[in-house]
């Protein structure tokens, strides 16, 4: 299966503040299949964001190797760097909506900023956008008049308006209540089995959504252990990884009646 990202022994360390090294990368190494969802779940300060960072070139690598779609990014520098971003939709935690702006304006931006499309074309394209994500009659209103929700159904709007062939999801729930987050996971779900795009979602906790993830990667110490299924991970003996599952999955996971 041809792979979106693949890490090859990626080694990411920070000088604390006490002069110590923190090791957070460990010499990782993993493939993101094209075209499927992959979970990066571990506990806080892990180092899940860091990874987001290094693939969108946002960090270096102190060693090792980041390719996105065969492409060495740990060696692509200034206007090359730009082109690699541009593969990507990101939808951060808190949506990174802008306050001042309305709802499409925001979905309309990066149409504006890095397309030479008209007015009439843009048009067009968000009003689409907003039908599709639900959020038709809300066109006029600014993000802090939304719900947690539709907040985030606004950013993944945004963030798909260049068409991304890969999507990076840090936290996306963070903030929603239970239901909403289901709801919102499901639209990803949707969203990327209409457009195929590649999803990488990182989360603290494992999506109690059966079916979500094809792949999920567990990141703990510096080490990343990688699941080729969401039932698999139930049945690892590794002590750290069982304790994972026991505090995050519970019983709603073990049930096969939860789907997509
Ligand atoms: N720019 C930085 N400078 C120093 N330490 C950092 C930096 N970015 C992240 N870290 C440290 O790396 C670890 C992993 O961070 P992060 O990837 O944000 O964790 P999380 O898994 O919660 O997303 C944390 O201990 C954090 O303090
Ligand atoms: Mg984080």
């Keep these: 299966m041809p792979s ?5 022994n990626v080694v990411k360390t920070f000088a604390k503040k006490n002069g110590e ?18 979970v990066i779940a571990g506990g806080s300060g892990q180092g899940k964001s860091v990874t987001l960072k290094l693939v969108l070139g946002l960090m270096q690598a102190d060693a090792g190797q980041v390719f996105v779609h065969d492409q060495d990014i740990t060696r692509a520098r200034g206007r090359e760097m730009e ?5 990507f939709g990101v939808l951060f ?21 890095r397309t030479e499309k008209s007015e009439a074309e843009i048009k067009t394209l968000v009003e689409g956008a907003l039908a599709q994500f639900e959020l038709s009659g809300h066109e006029e209103k600014y993000p802090a008049q939304l719900s947690g929700g539709m907040q985030k159904r606004v950013g993944l709007a945004r963030a798909m308006q260049l068409k991304p062939s890969i999507m990076l999801f840090d936290e996306p729930t963070t903030g ?22 590649t999803s990488v979602i990182v989360s603290h906790d494992i999506p109690k959504i059966f079916n979500l993830a ?6 703990n110490n510096g080490e990343m252990d990688v699941f080729g299924s969401p039932e698999e991970i139930q049945w690892s003996e590794k002590p750290h990884i069982q304790e994972f599952v026991k505090m995050t999955m519970g019983d709603i996971y073990q049930s096969h009646l939860v789907e997509k």
């Design 4 to 8: 979106a990202i693949d890490f090859r």
């Design 21 to 38: 090294l923190q090791s957070v990368l460990n010499g990782v190494s993993f493939s993101i299949p094209a075209g499927k969802t992959t």
């Design 83 to 87: 082109r690699l971003r541009t593969q």
């Design 93 to 113: 935690q808190g949506s990174a909506l802008f306050d001042s702006l309305t709802v499409f304006e925001n979905v309309a931006l990066p149409l504006r900023e």
């Design 176 to 197: 929603l209540d239970p239901v909403m987050t289901r709801e919102i996971y499901h639209l990803f779900a949707r969203t990327q089995a209409e457009f195929g795009f």
């Design 214 to 219: 094809d792949q999920v990667i567990i990141l």
